[in-house]
């Protein structure tokens, strides 16, 4: 069965970045684009990007753009996305998400919390 | 970027009645790309409806999707009590892929 199981729940300060990582089973890790998705507590959700785990080309929102980076290892069918120069707004659950007429499959999400 | 705006808010309905959102585009979503989710509190969104209306594996029959263009509906035709939950739509044509705000679907 499809599973995508990302890392578990990270604490930053101010300025600080940090990796999520989302590790990938049950299919062909080449075939389908990841999104990386947020949403802060209380909120809606938010397109932060989308990667291509065969090439490994990207493209991220504009308001990310400079302070994310969407990376993966096609040896362990595994997509990362570092989000660096942290603030308290970013504090929210980041899911990965496979892409296949909208989105067929999420991770279980990862809470980053940034506080001083 | 196209920005799409979901109403009502909130949605008040008991179970056995039927619900209908909305989902309205800034411009013409390409190709009918327009996906729908459920999502309840404390996990990650549950896709239902695909291209507009398609819907995705193992989603009952009482989920339908509709619409093309800017104006798009979900509608769940006699609610369960498992249906009350928060409803995005999506769409997935364009660059930056841009979601609504949300209709919360209450008990009423």
């Known amino acids: 069965q499809v599973q995508l199981v990302q890392s578990g729940a990270e604490v930053k300060k101010p300025g600080a970045s940090v990796k999520v990582s989302c590790k990938a089973s049950g299919y062909t890790f080449t075939i389908y684009y990841i999104y990386w998705v947020r949403q802060a507590p209380g909120q809606g959700l938010e397109w932060m990007g989308i990667?291509?785990?065969?090439?490994?080309?990207?493209n991220y929102a504009q308001k990310f753009q400079g302070r994310v980076a969407m990376t993966r290892d096609t040896s362990t069918s595994t997509v990362y996305m570092e989000l660096s120069s942290l603030r308290s707004e970013d504090t929210a659950v980041y899911y990965c998400a496979r892409v296949s007429g909208g989105i067929d499959y999420w991770g279980q999400g990862t809470l980053v919390t940034v506080s001083s | 970027e196209i920005v799409l705006t979901q109403s009502p808010g909130t949605l008040s309905l008991s179970p056995g009645e039927r619900a209908t959102l909305s989902c309205r585009a800034s411009q013409s979503v390409t190709s009918s790309f327009l996906a729908w989710y459920q999502q309840k509190p404390g996990q990650a969104p549950r896709l239902l409806i695909y291209?507009?209306?398609s819907r995705a594996t193992g989603i009952p029959d009482r989920f339908s999707g509709s619409g093309s263009g800017t104006d798009f509906t979900l509608t769940i035709s006699r609610l369960e009590p498992e249906d009350f939950a928060v409803y995005y739509c999506?769409?997935?044509?364009?660059?930056?892929?841009?979601f609504g705000q949300g209709t919360r679907l209450e008990i009423k």
């Open positions: 999506q769409q997935y044509g364009s660059s930056p892929i841009t």
């Open positions: 291209g507009a209306s």
């Open positions: 990667i291509n785990p065969s090439g490994g080309s990207t």
